[in-house]
């Protein structure tokens, strides 16, 4: 039943259904499309109620479909990949189609594999980088930590002239945007630690111009004033522009700060792939081209760009992988090969073997309209083949990757502390909820906000014992004594009053009643278990009482902190 308020009135909930929410379509060998939806944990509950069990239109874009028929799915002339184990990712067309089978040409260099093992060799010989952390660095340098902290970050200096904002730091890590330098920095859980080239860089930094290194331990954290920081010079804004040239000159304005979780090559091995690529390049010719014949191939041994976003899921890549370009749609030509030079959490950096006019250059890693950032599903990756298909049409199909390719863990900038660490940023979750005899959480009213509750506690305050005694409702304000089996109001000074009353009468507290507080006959409900409550007053949550609905009732203040305690009879 619909409302006319409050959308639907549901009545009483009595069965739950536990759905999974859809993802999308998902495309099987056979060329079929079928629903795919969310795993286990995120499943959602309705009621019954809600639910539909039969839908009138529904969405045509998340219709399942049969497998098509391959001369309709595969029409002549249609560019595909190939998915063999001997000519993996080479480009193809089909030439004909039945009805189990297709025909296609694959067109290749032959040199290709050879090509592959150069450039993975580059990538192997690269100089690997000794870290040291942050504390060695210090004790090396002879210099504080946080001096070390604050001179490879930003350190603002003001001149005295025009009073210009100059950094004079060498920007090597971000704490607060989780950016680090390549070859440079890099953060290992909570702690910095710097390469063998940035210790040579600080070293050269600090013999140049040792007076910006005297003034990192200042307690402030204002700009410095150039005339503080170059005091022994008559000239300090001369010296500034100085220490700025001189960074100019080292690089290290060039330097690109990128995210902690993303892994990158240095820029002189993305220089060094760049002249083999193009050195190869020059040396193919169109007579070294190589065309072959395929026949009696199932569908499932070829790659349809369109087919791309279903089929290469949770593909993994690794930094120097060889790919191919296997989607029609977007700014880099169709079949073109490159190099993965940076993996990012949801894409990947790539050096193409031929410039477009799309092109980038990477934050300057490489020649203009070399480079891009694609999506993982959007290339086939070469060097590690992992949907090699055979070419039997009677072969079962490969089994789909269910293990998903996640470069970088946790979310964005989260750094997971250590075992038996507080995380950086002081947060700590929250405590694990009890949970009942079934498994599942229970829900418990509070009875400090129920009406008539026998135990009041000021403020939200927790009791300090479970129980009290039903027949028990006391007070105590500023000094005031304990009441027990009567009525109980404030009056306007804070101060209690009672009006004794008879057991089977109900109490009234500033006007609500309360009709289970009768004087039980049960001796062993009479304890003296202390309560103690935080607010002040005799009510929950508040200074004083709630205002009465009895208009002449009393609605006085309670001031006083004192603590609710029964009284023996």
Known sequence: MYSKKFGVLTGRVEVLLHIRPLKGLKRLEN?????????????????????????????????????????????????????????????????????????????????EKAEMEKFKAVVNNR??????????AAESLRISPRALSRITSSFMVVTGHDKQKINLGLSLKFEAKSLKVVDYTRKDGRHWEYSEKAMELLREYKAAFPEIFRCLDADSDAMALASDVFSESSKPDERVREIKAWLKQKGVTNLEPVSLFCDQLSK??????????????????????????????????????????????????GLGDRVAMVRDSGAVPLSVKGLVIGINANSMDVLWDVPFMSGVTLGDRCSPYRGMTVEFNSCLNLSNPQ???????????PPPITTPFNPRHGPYPAIQPGPGQRGASGFRPAPQSHAGPAGHVQIMNNPNRARGSHHANGRGGHPGHPTIPA????????????????????????????????????????????????????????????????????????????????????????????SFTPIPS
């Open 268 to 317: 002189e091995t993305v220089v060094e792939l760049e002249q083999l690529a193009d050195s190869l390049t020059k040396s193919k010719s169109p007579s070294d081209f190589k065309k072959a014949i395929v026949k009696g191939i199932p569908r499932q041994a070829v790659l349809k760009p369109a087919h791309a976003v279903y089929r290469l899921q949770n593909q993994w890549f």
């Open 471 to 562: 027949n028990v409702i006391v007070a105590r304000g500023r000094g005031g004594g304990a009441i027990s089996g009567s009525q109980t109001r404030m009056n306007g000074s804070g101060r209690s009053s009672q009006t004794p009353t008879s057991p089977t009468s109900s109490s009234r507290v500033n006007g609500y009643s309360n009709a289970s507080s009768h004087v039980s006959s049960d001796p062993a409900a009479e304890t003296t278990t202390p309560s103690r409550g935080r607010g002040r007053g005799f009510m929950p949550r508040g200074r004083g009482f709630i205002p009465s609905p009895y208009r002449g009732g009393s609605s006085g203040r309670g001031r006083g902190r004192g």
């Open 31 to 111: 060329g079929a499309l079928v629903k795919d939806y969310e795993d286990a944990d995120k499943e959602i509950e309705q009621a019954l109620q809600m639910c539909l069990s039969e839908v009138v239109s529904e969405d045509p874009r998340f219709l399942e479909r049969e497998p098509p028929p391959l001369n309709v799915e595969f029409p002549d002339g249609s560019k595909v990949f190939f998915l063999g184990e001997h000519a993996y990712g080479v480009a193809a067309q089909v030439t004909g189609t039945t009805d189990t089978s297709l025909s296609v040409v694959l067109a290749f260099f032959p040199s």
């Open 387 to 397: 949907f090699v298909t055979s070419t039997n049409p009677k072969a079962p199909p």
């Open 127 to 136: 100089r690997a980088s000794r870290y040291i952390p942050s504390f060695r």
